[in-house]
């Protein structure tokens, strides 16, 4: 079975071996206070930094899932409220989460559509952190370098919080522009769900030690006290991040994955309009994202076409929330290989 879900999605075939390597090595028994888990650890957050081009003075952190992030930044970061952006399933919950911590968080919805218009929103001068989701996986939109620059010039003191979840590891991101940056290694990494990272600034430390929370599992001033031992406050997820370090040392860097992603992301956004029923969600190229396309249909046809997909040996990613019927989704992440892509064109052609 090819796979196109969007996660969890498809894994590098290397990870078989790496797999077969970790029990051989007794990975899978080892001790996360062992001298041999922090020094894989070690050259996980080193490839980290140097494959994704992370800052050296950002700190990286290893978490349970992206979701786990959420209840980390509202409990031991933000001290009373953010405004949180969002156009669809994800965003929305994370404002949600955010919401009940804290109930003076603002949320606007934004159409899909369109690019977020900052001066059309009543946001506070003093507000503490702006969220933003990078990837909007359940429409299948993203998020300007332009907007997020506004956002950092109009609120100089706010910390700028982003969902990466399903274009972390695949596109470039211009990680100096944000102060907390959140995603998981089952989309662009190419691994089995998880495993969480959550990447944080200089500024989004400070602001966390004004809180001084310690006393929580998953409190950030404990992470960032433990990570500097290469290690975690709780036992952690030690094959995965065994695997995660034997990945990023076999990718290239990620400027060739970001010119590979949004090379084949063009070409799936010229492609789809050429199909007879169905059509682009996303028209405007502005927001349309590049690691997850999404494709719309009359529900009859959706039906269709997931049937006929599973008898040809191809697994489409469903639609997500209100768009579960009328929708289908394409992960366009780097473990998914040429063959695999003019598959499923040839296949969607004869539809």
């Not at 020094?39 to 980290?48: A, I, V």
């Not at 997820?237 to 370090?245: D, E, M, Q």
Request: with cysteine.
């Amino acid at each position: 079975m090819i796979t196109f879900n969007v996660g969890p999605s498809k894994i590098y075939p290397e990870v078989r071996n790496y797999l077969t390597e970790a029990y051989d090595n007794h990975i899978l028994s080892i001790s996360h206070r062992s001298k041999e888990f922090d020094t894989f650890s070690q050259k996980c957050l080193e490839l980290m930094h140097e494959k994704l081009q992370i800052p050296a003075d950002y700190t990286i952190l290893y978490t349970g899932s992206a979701t786990e992030s959420w209840e980390i930044i509202a409990q031991d970061i933000v001290s009373k409220s953010t405004v949180q952006f969002y156009n669809g399933e994800f965003g929305k919950k994370w404002f949600e989460y955010a919401h009940y911590i804290h109930p003076e968080t603002i949320g606007y919805k934004y159409n899909e559509s369109e690019e977020i218009k900052l001066n059309s929103y009543n946001i506070p001068s003093d507000i503490e952190m702006l969220g933003f989701t990078l990837n909007e996986t359940s429409t299948g939109t993203k998020v300007s370098d332009k907007v997020i620059k506004e956002a950092k010039s109009t609120f100089p003191n706010a910390l700028i919080s982003i969902d990466t979840t399903s274009c972390l590891g695949g596109i470039a991101i211009d990680f100096k522009l944000f102060d907390i940056i959140y995603g998981s290694v089952q989309k662009c990494f190419g691994l089995p769900a998880g495993l969480g990272i959550l990447i944080l600034s200089p500024k989004a430390i400070e602001k966390a030690k004004t809180k001084n929370i310690t006393g929580r599992y998953n409190s950030v001033l404990k992470m960032v006290d433990q990570i500097q031992k290469f290690q975690t406050n709780y036992t952690p997820n030690v094959l995965n991040i065994y695997l995660l370090s034997r990945v990023l040392a076999q990718i290239t860097s990620i400027s060739d994955i970001n010119n590979l992603i949004k090379k084949r992301a063009a070409d799936w956004y010229n492609f789809i309009p050429t199909l007879n029923g169905f059509y682009l969600h996303i028209t405007n190229k502005e927001v349309q994202s590049d690691t997850v396309i999404t494709v719309g249909a009359s529900e009859e046809n959706i039906i269709k076409i997931k049937k006929e997909a599973k008898i040809a040996g191809i697994e489409l990613g469903s639609g997500y929330g209100s768009l579960k019927n009328t929708t289908f989704r394409i992960a366009n992440f780097p473990a998914i290989t040429d063959a695999e892509i003019n598959q499923l064109k040839k296949f969607l052609s004869a539809i």
